[in-house]
């Protein structure tokens, strides 16, 4: 039993580990896709002088 433990307390953890990469990429990458067709244009027009001055 102490054996059965040990193999899936790994297994449970390597898993809760996927399970905060997955979240973290998500929560990294969904904001870059989300505001990737609006933040290209003012940050090209910005420091150009565009609609900021």
């Known amino acids: 039993m102490?054996?059965?433990l040990?193999?899936?307390?790994?297994?449970?953890a390597f898993h809760l580990h996927l399970l905060q990469i997955g979240i973290?990429?998500?929560?990294?990458f969904r904001p870059a896709v989300v505001f990737s067709p609006y933040e290209p244009r003012p940050?090209?027009?910005g420091p150009?002088?565009?609609p900021t001055g």
């Open 2 to 4: 102490i054996t059965g």
């Open 6 to 12: 040990h193999l899936a307390f790994p297994a449970f």
């Open 24 to 28: 973290s990429v998500d929560v990294q």
């Open 43 to 45: 940050a090209l027009s």
């Open 48 to 50: 150009g002088g565009g």
